[in-house]
């Protein structure tokens, strides 16, 4: 009976030492989030030089893209970006989100350990580091 106790009493030793869980997904890449504020009819985003450099992309493409999917003129101060126009930050974030799905995250492992390669004639492959997978992208 009391070697029973003992392996109680170190299992509870024991189950004390381990770390807390954490409540994350479990995912080494969230999602990231664009900060922003509106000031008049612009809208600044705070953490734009952040957000690119945690998906790993040219702060001039994810620009582009968010210009020309919002049909408004961009300007990259620092490490900011101002939109030209007041958005509400659900539109800018969904815009966020479809650029990594398009331009980060690989079509074949969902991971988004990836990189571009310019191909010319605006053309550009999508590599996966991970599997090895390319798709070209425009």
Known sequence: MSSEKDYESLLDDIYKKLPERTTGTGERFEMPRFDFFTE???TIIKNFKAVCDKIRRDPVLVSKHLSKEMAVPVEVVGERLVLQRK???D?????????VGKYVICKECNRPDTHLEDLGHRV?????EACGA???VR
């Open 87 to 89: 958005l509400t930050g």
């Open 40 to 42: 008049g009819n612009k």
């Open 124 to 128: 550009r492959n999508l590599v996966c």
């Open 134 to 136: 390319r798709k070209a």
């Open 91 to 99: 539109m800018v974030n969904r815009k966020l989100e479809e650029f």
